[in-house]
């Protein structure tokens, strides 16, 4: 069975550019999970969804982030006019309804250059 | 925002030694979790302890729980090379069902 699959692994972008990242989680999971993560930090949480809404929007840090799951599985995290302190690995969890144990893909590094 | 802070930020310790990593958090919480990531990127599940345990073991590893002190802590015994890692604590609030993260320990495991 699948883990949770993100793409792309890495992306490099110019200042300004708008960037995509996309999670698939693990068939049947429920709540699925963004979050960003800097070097030698723990991971900042920024959305949480059950099924196609999100429950917890909080850590988005600016208008320019936004994230959707139109059908309840595959997200999409989208980023506008990147900036370089928006470099980080970008990391989704998922994790079965009646379960918080999350499992997580191994994340998406984006460089703002 | 980060819910939990973990003590030590970093420890170094020889092979066969026990390591102890603890974590505090500030709100209520319905279950706590602690997790390992390698110098890549993803984070592994290592164990959960609900609000109203207090102690858990799997394998080498005991997690106990304060819910009065809102701390937590994480013993490896007879630590292993390969045990070096970066070891988060997270916490989902009875708030909100959502999972938050602490900065972390990293742990290095001396052959």
């Known amino acids: 069975g699948a883990g949770v699959s993100q793409t792309p692994s890495n992306k490099v972008t110019e200042k300004g550019k708008y960037v995509e990242l996309r999670c698939d989680p693990i068939?049947?999971?429920?709540?699925l999970y963004w979050y960003r993560q800097s070097l030698g930090q723990g991971p900042e949480f920024l959305i949480y969804?059950?099924?196609?809404?999100?429950?917890?929007d909080s850590g988005l840090p600016n208008d320019r982030f936004f994230a959707v799951r139109p059908e309840g599985s595959v997200s999409t995290l989208k980023i506008q006019r990147t900036e370089r302190g928006d470099s980080a690995v970008y990391l989704c969890?998922?994790?079965?309804?009646?379960?918080?144990?999350?499992?997580f893909g191994q994340g998406t590094r984006l460089t703002v250059v | 925002s980060q819910q939990g802070e973990e003590d030590p930020q970093a420890l170094s310790i020889q092979e066969g030694e026990n390591a102890t990593m603890n974590c505090s958090y500030k709100?209520?919480?319905?279950?706590l979790q602690w997790y390992r990531q390698n110098s890549g990127r993803g984070l592994v599940h290592l164990i959960l302890?609900?609000?109203?345990?207090r102690e858990k073991h799997s394998g080498r590893l005991r997690v106990t729980l304060d819910t009065s002190k809102k701390s937590s802590s994480l013993l490896i015994t007879a630590s292993r090379a390969a045990d070096t890692a970066s070891y988060f604590c997270?916490?989902?609030?009875?708030?909100?069902?959502?999972?938050?993260f602490g900065a972390g320990t990293r742990l290095t495991v001396k052959p």
């Open positions: 969804f059950q099924g196609t809404g999100a429950a917890d």
């Open positions: 302890i609900r609000s109203n345990e």
């Open positions: 709100t209520s919480i319905n279950n």
């Open positions: 997270a916490t989902d609030s009875q708030r909100n069902n959502d999972m938050r």
């Open positions: 969890a998922s994790s079965p309804q009646d379960s918080f144990e999350a499992f």
């Open positions: 068939s049947g999971h429920t709540a």
